[in-house]
């Protein structure tokens, strides 16, 4: 596509429920992530796809935390039994192998009641 | 490892005026230098980033920044603001031979009429 798309836009969850975050990269790029943008805070690395490579998780909060990306495009981060404290922006970027900074998607916005 | 420094967290200015956004970074290899704009409820838009050659950058909507490798610096400025220019901006960074983004906390500019 012609931008990194991210569903859904915003998502109120109560406390405990499971949620999924979607994130479509543009097309043809290699390098997928996800960030965690909390009210007042900056942006909190959470982990980084690149091709068929291990990803690198270094930056998940918690095992109620994972993410998946299949055939090497789409990705969803999961967080099972949420807590308040995760709610936040969750940002999704994309990149060439090899490239120079990331383009965004929009984010979703994730609160937990 | 590296890190990002902005040093002001908030910046107001009066429209037309000047305005400089203070970046520091901190790395023990080569890096790359990167500044976003995130308007409300949007994802970060790339405004200019500097990967070698001339240490004055140029972006889009009229910004511009300077590397200076002595100072581990990488300011933003415009000589004259608008409204519309009202946003949060983050610094950020990437190692030459890494692909992870390290954000700054933001700085969120104000320009008022």
């Known amino acids: 596509g012609a931008g990194v798309s991210q569903s859904p836009s915003n998502k109120v969850t109560e406390k405990g429920k499971d949620v999924e975050l979607r994130c479509d990269p543009i097309?043809?790029?290699?390098?997928l992530y996800w960030y965690r943008q909390s009210l007042g805070q900056g942006l909190e690395f959470l982990i980084y796809f690149q091709g068929n490579s291990a990803p690198d998780k270094s930056g998940l909060p918690s095992d109620r935390f994972s993410a998946e990306r299949t055939g090497g495009s789409v990705s969803t981060l999961t967080i099972q039994r949420t807590q308040q404290e995760d709610s936040a922006v969750y940002l999704c970027?994309?990149?060439?192998?090899?490239?120079?900074?990331?383009?965004f998607g929009s984010g979703t916005r994730l609160t937990v009641v | 490892a590296q890190s990002v420094t902005q040093l002001d967290s908030q910046v107001p200015v009066f429209e037309e005026a000047p305005v400089e956004l203070r970046c520091n970074y901190s790395s023990s290899v080569s890096v790359y230098l990167f500044w976003y704009v995130q308007y409300p409820n949007q994802g970060l838009q790339l405004l200019l980033k500097?990967?070698?050659?001339?240490?004055l950058v140029k972006g889009i909507n009229g910004f511009e920044a300077e590397f200076n490798k002595s100072q581990t610096s990488f300011h933003l400025r415009k000589p004259s603001v608008h409204i519309s220019d009202t946003a949060e901006y983050f610094c950020a960074s990437q190692e030459t031979s890494g692909s992870r983004l390290t954000f700054g906390e933001g700085t969120q500019l104000t320009v008022n009429p």
């Open positions: 970027a994309s990149s060439q192998s090899g490239g120079y900074g990331y383009t």
């Open positions: 097309s043809g790029h290699t390098a």
């Open positions: 500097y990967l070698s050659g001339s240490t």
